[in-house]
């Protein structure tokens, strides 16, 4: 449904299971205009509203509220460069306003703030190449660590990035080395479904 909207057709979940087959779900499926003006814009920045998730958040008063977070370990694509995926990152950002916020405590109150795009990206890359494979996984266990505690909800971005290179499994020698790309992102700022379209992006 989600996708469909993004291409201009209207469908509801009722219909997906009504009509199984493209061909039953053509003549049901209507094509309509966006509702909203999908303009080019400038940067988003400056004060927002809490979402109701965000709300419900904050009222769980969490003893560590900086550190909870989701991350995905995925295959960087060894084609691109290192530079090639930091510029990819920073486009991310620049496009996600929602990993520019951060939030601000008043009193009793939470408000939350766009920033500006950073210059300096939080992005880490780290050769494995040279260690040897035993190590690999306890490293990057150990890198994640320090990518996660590093949050800060008052200071955006709410995301972190690391790329590992050179990555081989233990006990597979002359396997090829691969790229590991980590992505972490505050639970404030993602979601299961925010996660998808951050993938499609990249």
């Known amino acids: 449904v989600f996708r469909a909207k993004q291409h ?7 219909q997906l299971f009504q009509h199984q087959t493209i061909a039953e779900l053509a003549p049901v499926t209507e094509q309509r ?3 909203h003006v999908r303009a080019e814009q400038g940067t988003v920045t400056g004060p927002t509203q809490l979402t109701p998730i965000q ?4 009222d769980q008063d969490f003893t560590h509220p900086d550190h909870v977070n989701q991350s995905l370990l995925i295959e960087a694509d060894t084609d691109l460069t290192p530079q090639q995926w930091q510029q990819a990152l920073q486009t991310l950002l620049h496009h ?11 009193g009793d109150h939470w408000h939350a703030e766009i920033t500006n795009v950073p210059h300096t ?14 190590e690999h996984r ?12 590093s949050m800060d909800v008052s200071a955006a ?15 597979l ?15 404030l700022v993602v979601d299961v479904v925010s996660w998808r379209i951050i993938l499609e992006d990249l």
């Open 173 to 187: 020698e002359g396997v090829e080395r691969e790229n590991r790309l980590l992505l972490v992102a505050h639970h």
């Open 33 to 35: 205009q966006s509702t």
């Open 138 to 149: 306890e490293r990057m266990l150990d890198l994640a660590r320090q990518a996660q505690t």
């Open 157 to 171: 971005p709410l995301f972190r990035s690391v790329l590992f290179t050179g990555v081989q499994d233990s006990g």
């Open 55 to 58: 709300h419900w958040f904050f």
């Open 8 to 14: 201009g057709l209207h469908l509801t979940v009722k």
């Open 121 to 134: 990206l939080p992005w880490q890359q780290h050769d494995l190449s040279t260690h040897p494979p035993t």
């Open 96 to 106: 996600h306003d929602a990993l520019r916020t951060r939030f601000l405590r008043e």
